[in-house]
């Protein structure tokens, strides 16, 4: 069975600044996918990065980015220059070829202004 | 095409009573989820459609809840003699062949039972 472990309920950063998101999980599957969503309040979940688990270049979209640990099976989602839009629920799932995901409780991320 | 589309947006029905919800996915997706988010979890697995057929149920789904996707299209959720510990948003999302795509969420149905 998959589990996930986001152990920062919440987050806050400053607008501008850096935050890193932690997430680590645990599956048995070998050939698997990981993704970052953001659900802002009431707000439907976005997709925000993937990572291939079988790449060992970390994923990279625009002001995010993932540290990807295939060993110890973390996988930490870093906003750049957070912005007062980047204030969400922010949840890491696996997938695999079950083609479902498993949830950890997420991280809110808060952005000063 | 716009997207997932759930509705209604919002549901307030009385204990005891019946509902349903729809959902339409992006036309191409063959894959169909539902999931149930309670306030402050993460969304947890209800069941999944490929096409039209129903391939796996977690076992939160108890046999009051029915799902169908009827031509492989949209899909229904429906609760039968709902009771309060129902009350939760429901995500409906699609996804195309692959792994690497991901889900696309619809805005979900927000039920509360009084």
């Known amino acids: 069975a998959q589990t996930v472990t986001q152990s920062q309920p919440e987050m806050s950063v400053q607008e501008a600044e850096t935050v890193t998101l932690s997430c680590t999980y645990d599956t048995s599957e070998s050939d698997y996918y990981l993704f970052w969503y953001k659900q802002p309040p009431s707000r439907q979940m976005i997709l925000v990065i993937r990572?291939?688990?079988?790449?060992?270049q970390n994923a990279t979209e625009n002001r995010f980015s993932v540290n990807f640990q295939k060993a110890a099976k973390s996988f930490s989602l870093k906003i750049s220059d957070s912005q007062l839009g980047d204030a969400a629920m922010y949840f890491c799932?696996?997938?695999?070829?079950?083609?479902?995901?498993?949830f950890g409780t997420g991280t809110r991320l808060k952005v000063l202004a | 095409d716009t997207g997932v589309s759930q509705d209604p947006r919002h549901k307030i029905t009385k204990r005891g009573q019946n509902v349903t919800f729809r959902c339409d996915p992006i036309s191409e997706h063959n894959r169909l989820y539902w999931y149930r988010q309670t306030l402050g979890q993460g969304p947890e697995f209800l069941t999944y459609f490929q096409n039209e057929a129903q391939l796996e149920k977690s076992r939160l789904l108890s046999d009051r809840f029915s799902a169908e996707r009827p031509k492989g299209s949209f899909s229904t959720l429906e609760i039968q003699r709902t009771e309060q510990g129902d009350s939760a948003m429901y995500l409906c999302a699609s996804s195309a062949r692959g792994m690497g795509y991901g889900y696309t969420f619809g805005s979900g149905t927000r039920l509360t039972v009084v």
């Open positions: 990572q291939e688990a079988y790449k060992q």
């Open positions: 799932a696996p997938l695999s070829g079950t083609y479902k995901y498993i």
